[in-house]
């Protein structure tokens, strides 16, 4: 018989979406490979997107509800999946967190908090607004989503070089290669955390 403590189950995430999916199709691979912990039983579109034709090509449990979901609403689909963490991976809505599930909605931005967040900043908005700024950083963040648009516990952030150069896609493509690894680095922290205080 081996002494190594047995694994704790793995975390039961949603993701939300609302464009392209990538940041999904890259996690979803990050718990395929075992990167993290988890295994991915639903995800939410804010619309008919790209995103929710990849989610049902990789047999994701995908439901669209258009516009701002309602926190009950949400809170049910989330409950009925026994979902223990919610991921926004590129969702644009403003987010009522649920009740049961405050500390447990997680969100990527494509820049450095709290500069370069709020509402309507997003996409290339972000990106365009960095390079007007004269930064010479810029990023990504993983943090805790509570009642304001990119606000919250910072849980890590990823930096890389703003050049002269830059427009607002080579920017945006530098910066998604940080969230790639932020985000699942960020997420199976939270989970191992969690599993060794249980």
Same mark, same amino acid.
Request: hydrophobic share 40%; with cysteine.
């Given at each position: 018989?081996?002494?190594?403590? @047995?694994?704790?189950?793995?975390?039961?995430? /949603?993701? &939300?979406?609302?464009?392209?999916?990538?940041?999904?199709?890259?996690?979803?691979?990050?718990?395929?490979?075992?990167?993290?912990?988890?295994?991915?039983? &639903?995800?939410?579109?804010?619309?008919?997107? @790209?995103?929710?034709?990849?989610?049902?090509?990789?047999?994701?449990?995908?439901?669209?509800? +258009?516009? +701002? #979901? @309602? @926190?009950?609403?949400?809170?049910?689909?989330?409950?009925?999946?026994?979902?223990?963490?919610?991921? &926004?991976?590129?969702?644009?809505?403003?987010?009522?967190?649920?009740?049961?599930?405050?500390?447990?909605?997680?969100?990527?931005?494509? /820049?450095?908090?709290?500069?370069?967040?709020?509402?309507?900043?997003?996409?290339?908005?972000?990106?365009?607004?960095?390079?007007?700024?004269?930064?010479? $950083?810029?990023?990504?963040?993983?943090?805790?989503?509570?009642?304001?648009?990119?606000?919250?516990? #910072?849980?890590?952030?990823?930096?890389?070089?703003?050049?002269?150069?830059?427009?607002?896609?080579?920017?945006?493509?530098?910066?998604? $290669?940080?969230?790639?690894?932020?985000?699942? +680095?960020?997420?199976?922290?939270? #989970?191992?955390?969690?599993?060794?205080?249980?």
């Amino acid at each position: 018989m081996s002494d190594a403590a @047995p694994r704790p189950a793995p975390a039961r995430l /949603a993701v &939300l979406i609302s464009g392209g999916g990538r940041s999904l199709v890259n996690l979803h691979d990050r718990v395929l490979d075992g990167t993290v912990p988890a295994t991915i039983e &639903l995800v939410v579109a804010s619309r008919e997107c @790209p995103g929710s034709a990849r989610a049902r090509a990789r047999g994701l449990r995908t439901v669209v509800v +258009e516009g +701002e #979901i @309602p @926190p009950d609403r949400l809170g049910d689909l989330l409950r009925g999946a026994r979902v223990d963490w919610v991921v &926004l991976a590129g969702y644009l809505k403003y987010l009522h967190v649920p009740p049961g599930f405050a500390g447990r909605v997680v969100n990527i931005h494509p /820049a450095l908090l709290p500069e370069f967040g709020g509402k309507g900043m997003y996409g290339h908005r972000v990106h365009e607004a960095v390079l007007r700024s004269g930064a010479r $950083e810029s990023g990504c963040t993983v943090h805790l989503v509570d009642d304001r648009f990119d606000h919250g516990p #910072i849980l890590l952030q990823r930096r890389c070089q703003v050049l002269p150069a830059d427009t607002p896609d080579t920017l945006a493509d530098r910066v998604f $290669e940080l969230e790639k690894r932020a985000l699942p +680095e960020a997420l199976a922290a939270l #989970i191992r955390s969690e599993g060794a205080r249980r």
